[in-house]
Nanobody, 127 residues
Framework: QVQLVESGGGLVQAGGSLRLSCAASGRTFSVYAMGWFRQAPGKEREFVAAISWLGRRTDYAESVKGRFAISRDHANNAIYLQMNSLKPDDTAVYYC????????????????????WGQGTQVTVSS
């Protein structure tokens, strides 16, 4: 059984920063791609960022490029999402997800290619 637990969300003013964390337990963490998605009220869940096993490959949604950075820590079975220059449009519940396989064997931006999901953490950016 895989468990993913997000933390680090909160309320921040526009222009501020937050760092989200996702702690993973269960099946071998290292070999799988990991990703962050978000869902705003009344909208569908959307891709934010993804990272490969060794962290050498990353992908970002166009809306967050240059502002967000995804990273992973194998020693602690965790991934992170550093979010800078936050905007009100970034307000959403952010979800951590573990891919069905290695980065090259899946479509990192497709939520259907992720097998396990966390419960989410709320990020609210005030204007």
């Amino acid at each position: 059984q895989v468990q993913l637990v997000e933390s680090g969300g909160g309320l921040v003013q526009a222009g501020g920063s937050l760092r989200l964390s996702c702690a993973a337990s269960g099946r071998t963490f290292s070999v799988y791609a990991m990703g962050w998605f978000r869902q705003a009220p009344g909208k569908e869940r959307e891709f934010v960022a993804a990272i490969s096993w060794l962290g050498r490959r990353t992908d970002y949604a166009e809306s967050v490029k240059g502002r967000f950075a995804i990273s992973r820590d194998h020693a602690n079975n965790a991934i992170y999402l550093q979010m800078n220059s936050l905007k009100p449009d970034d307000t959403a519940v952010y979800y951590c997800a573990q891919g069905r396989g290695a980065y090259d064997s899946m479509r990192p931006k497709k939520d259907s290619d992720y097998a396990y999901w966390g419960q989410g953490t709320q990020v609210t950016v005030s204007s």
